[in-house]
């Protein structure tokens, strides 16, 4: 078939007959009734036709037919209208490169005043711009707007705007979503992995999402936030949970949280791994690797308040800090049961019967009246730990002090053991543990009224009563003294045992018993079975006086301590006092001798005392047992005394007669002097020519009276 090399469109039969006669080769003979069957057809009315037309080049103004096949090359419509392109199954339009520009004139290709149907649009990276035009999609779906610069929506009424199971994909760092005003409805809508900067939502809900604040931002609510979620998962993490991080994608939930709230400043092991707490206090948990605290901030004058309640009383217990005083109070069923306070350096009082006084003490404890408690209980169970232990450190205080003033029948300390332990123990043990403390007593008992000491032993094979020591002590071991003018027993020793021989004292050395005392009243010496009153092995010996009520029984002899020559002999029947050896009186079964140097003095006899030479008398002769009776010798006078009073006097030159301590008759030179009444009694007698009952001489010797 031959070709075509060019076509040129004209608007009249004869400008298309004038200029392609040089072109035009071969024309059929075809008629107009089958225009097909040729190449081309014309005629005056109806223009130039052709079946196909094969060429490099088709130019013109107006051009018609059923079929357009343009297989290479450019289609060039300039300043062309192509009223209606009827219907085009394929089109690919290929413009220049001036694509991006603000009108239709600037660019290589434009499609204006065009309806597009049932069409598919391919921008291939190009911009799709609508200029100030309406685009309606109505009814439409777009599955993938692709990547969309700038989209502004506006509705003329609310819900003209809708999307159906859309995604709105912003992957670029300076990508964003803009809704400057309005209320924008996502009721049943699900926003994952969103990234909003900023972002402010009113009277909304967020529901199973994440919220995370990071960087700079922060989270705010000025009305009040509601945290739920399962048991066992924390409703908020505040501070070090390393595995929430900033990535929108990954975890938020703060997994290694222990408690309901749970702030951390740092992990408690010191690593990333979290510590359990007890499920019955995890509502709140602070943690940190150091210092951990809670602070609760008030003015000066008002309380801070801790409140544990229950549904029937919202603050039963709790802790209160008065500001004011600075102190700490506990409560307990709604009221003070103990108090913490800054006196003396720091103090604690226990409240008795709901009340507190004035504290007394570090510790102070109340007991009241009708508290039915002991005031402090210490419940110690471990074997080989103290119960109570006090590190004292006072020089002129007590240690430990208790003031009774209301006991009756009870103890001010009271110690009861009730182990059956054979094991050596103590109930009470005073330990004073420096050998310098010389000034000191371990155990001071002062009683102004009551007994003073008092063990009672009911074991019949223990002691109640042990004082020893290992040291070679140089003071009395034990000492019992009595300062004052008494009257009763310093010490006082009695057994009830109805055996005689029954020990009731006995003192001992290391070997042997030294003194025995038994129940039958008798009392040995270096003889612990004693069968007399006094019954004594070995010498005895007294510095001072004796006394023997009764009598005393020696054997042979009563030596003088240091002065063996000097002693009592005892044989049958006779008794020898000697001194020096020598023989100073000797008594007998029926005489008594006296002895000086070896030579007999005095001796009695049946009819009294034979004196050989004189009697000497140093200062008086007593009456025994009657001590006020006696003869006494004074220089160069001798009194006759009864009960004590003078009843005769002789001196150098007179003789006295007292009566009642009273001096009646003394001699004198010339004859006597007589106080008082000269009475005489009885019948007269003569003496010597004078007949009266007592005879008066004068001084010459010369009788006053005569017959």
Known sequence: MPSVSSVELTNTFDDWRTRTNDIVTIINAANSADPASAITFANSEGGFAVNTITTNSVTGTLMTGTRLVLTGGNVNFTSANVASAGNVHQVHVLGGTSIDVSTTADADSSIANTFIFNSKINLNGQKFVSGASDINLQGATISNLGSVAKLTSTAVTGGDVSFTNPRISITSSVGSLTISSGTQDFSGATIASALLTPYTARAGTVEASNVVVNGAGFLVSTNSVALGVDVGTSNVGIGKFTEVSTNITSEKRPTSSKGRLHVRTDFSAGSAAATAVEASADELVLEGNTAVGLTLLANNASNTHIAFGDPDNTDVGGLIYNHATDDLHIVNEGANTAIFQNNFGGALQIAGGDTLGTTAGKLHVNVGST?????????????????????????????????????????????????????????????????????????????????????????????????????????????????????????????????????????????????????????????????????????????????????????????????????????????????????????????????????????????????????????????????????????????????????????????????????????????????????????????????????????????????
């Open 371 to 707: 508290d039915a408690t002991t005031g402090l209980f210490v419940d110690s169970n471990d074997a080989d730990q103290k119960a109570i232990s006090v590190s004292a450190s006072q020089t002129t205080m007590n240690v430990f002090q208790i003031d009774s003033t209301t006991l009756t029948t009870g103890s001010a300390i009271g110690i009861h053991d009730n182990s059956a332990d054979t094991g050596a123990r103590n109930i009470l043990n005073i330990d004073q543990d420096h050998v310098d403390a010389t000034g000191g007593i371990a155990l001071n008992v002062k009683t102004d009224g009551m007994l003073g000491v008092n063990i009672t032993q009911n074991k019949a094979s223990a002691k109640a009563l042990a004082v020893s020591t290992t040291t070679a002590h140089s003071v009395n071991l034990a000492e019992f003294i009595d300062d004052g003018d008494c009257s009763g027993n310093t010490v006082f020793i009695r057994s009830d045992s109805t055996s005689a021989t029954q020990k009731t004292l006995e003192v001992a050395n290391s070997s042997a018993s030294l003194f025995t005392v038994v129940a039958g009243g008798k009392v040995g010496i270096n003889d612990n079975a004693p069968d007399y009153t006094l019954d004594i092995t070995g010498t005895v010996r007294t510095t001072s006086d004796a006394f023997f009520n009764n009598d005393v029984y020696v054997a042979t002899k009563i030596v003088h301590e240091g002065d063996t020559d000097t002693k009592i002999l005892f044989g049958t029947n006779n008794i020898d006092f000697v001194t020096e050896d020598e023989l100073q009186l000797k008594l007998d079964s029926s005489t008594s001798y006296l002895y000086h140097n070896g030579n007999e003095r005095f001796r009695t006899d049946a009819s009294g005392v034979v004196v050989s030479g004189n009697v000497y008398v140093t200062e008086s002769i007593v009456h025994w047992a009657d001590t006020d009776t006696k003869i006494s010798f004074t220089d160069n006078n001798i009194h006759f005394q009864t009960q004590g009073e003078n009843k005769i006097v002789i001196g150098t030159e007179s003789l006295i007669l007292y009566y009642d301590g009273n001096q009646k008759l003394e001699t004198a030179t010339g004859g006597i002097s007589v106080t008082g009444t000269i009475v005489a009694s009885g019948s007269s007698v003569c003496a010597n020519g004078i007949e009266c009952r007592l005879r008066v001489l004068d001084e010459s010797g010369n009788a006053l009276n005569t017959c």
